[in-house]
């Protein structure tokens, strides 16, 4: 998600610090510059769970992916090579 951030401020012009991660307490990336309106502000608070959607849907559907084969595979049924 914070790559999302990091990500949409930068292709906004502003300069962002690095991604900084605590585990079991937050995450955040320092804003070096502020945004300079609010549809700037919007692009860049949206696209942290936009992005963190897309990841968690590649998660899914890699998930359900490797575990039809393996499935299939203990099962006996997967195509022989």
Partial sequence: MKWGISFAARRRGLDVGAPTFIPF??????????????KTEAYIGLAGPFVGTLDALVCYFAAFVLQRR????????????
Avoid: Y
């Fill in 25 to 38: 307490v937050r995450a955040w990336v320092a804003l070096k510059e502020q945004p300079h309106d609010a």
């Fill in 70 to 81: 393996i499935i299939s595979t203990r099962l006996g049924v997967a195509n022989k090579e």
